[in-house]
């Protein structure tokens, strides 16, 4: 009797112990459970990639901070609401959820594409990958998409192979613009002074034609190679209003049959970049706009210049309006490619220019049509 009760002692002593052990190693596991979430989150946090997990029905179950700023919504707080329902005060979402949909009614729980999403300030360019969320006890299966901003890539992509085409093509033409322009020194000075006046004058015209001709096609060479090449600063401070009258009434002479408008601010303070090539800014933008009138009647330009404040941030805005045909809307996406346009004459790219200046960013908005 006494051997009885003292196993039972003994076997609830075990027991005991064992409950005690399997609740250290419980609330261990959950301890580290919550570590592992909480470093997770923190990585997620970190992350410049953004990271979407939803459920079966498209609720969002999480979603890092990252995933917001690429597409524009704070999506952190909205944990528990139907991506659809987010989606409809959003422009670049909405755009998202679409092509996710595709995918996801056709049963594809896989994928993988680059999609590009248009906005009020341009394109954005996202490479996003899809993938099965697996379930467990307290979640069911669901969905995560993870999407990264390339633009910027892409872009840097594009500039790179412009650069290399620029370089050999500067190459290229400058090679024979040397001897074009000893042949014409050469003929001046062996021919002028051995020719009566009148032909004198004319083979003197010609021969200074072809020189200085030479000189800006060396110029215009210059200026293509650098886009091959980081270009040489020469920041200043200088008054803007000052320079925008100065082209503007230029381009006034010269285009009668055009209106200029330009609004400025004489009071604005001095800006710090480099005046030649905000210059050369001004006179591609507003000759994009001349080109883009014409055979247009009452054609006119807008030039407003005005102080502006983004994200507490002051900078000075350049706005250079015309009431052409406006953009087509298959050359949208590659207005800042260089050299893409739709008009028969073509110049030189300007977008870059804006970035070169010393932090200039350059962008458009087509022109609403009258009804």
Sequence with gaps: SRDEIGFLISSFNDMTQRLATARREATLSQ????????????I??????GVLALESDLRIRTANQASGSILGVNLENRTGESLRDVAKDNGLLEQFVDVALVHLDAG????????????????????????????DEDNAAGYVIVFDDITALLQAQRDAAWGEVARRLAHEIKNPLTPIQLSAERMRRKYLGTMDEEEA???????????????????????????????????SRFDLDKLAHEIVDLYRAQE????????????????????GRVRQIFHNLIRNAVEALEGTPNGRIDVQIAVAEIN?????????????PGFETGTMSQVF?????TKPKRHRPWPGDCEKTGGGTCWFHPREKPE
Aim: glycine share 4%; charged share 30%.
């Design 312 to 324: 507490e941030i002051e900078f000075v805005q350049i706005r250079v309006m015309d009431n052409g």
């Design 337 to 341: 490619d260089p050299y893409v346009t």
């Design 108 to 135: 594809e729980t896989e994928w993988r594409e680059q999609i590009v999403l248009r906005g009020e300030v341009g394109r954005r360019v996202l490479s996003c990958a899809c993938t099965t969320l697996p379930g």
């Design 201 to 235: 004058q004319v083979l003197d015209r010609a021969t200074h034609t072809i020189v200085q001709q030479v000189e800006a096609m060396k110029e215009m060479v210059n200026a293509f190679s650098d886009y091959a090449r980081a270009p040489d600063m020469d920041f």
């Design 44 to 49: 997620l946090a970190r992350l410049s990639t």
């Design 31 to 42: 301890a580290l459970v919550e570590a592992e979430r909480t470093n997770l989150e923190v």
């Design 256 to 275: 009668n049959d055009l209106e200029i408008i330009l609004t400025s601010d004489p009071t604005m303070p001095l800006i710090e970049g480099d005046r």
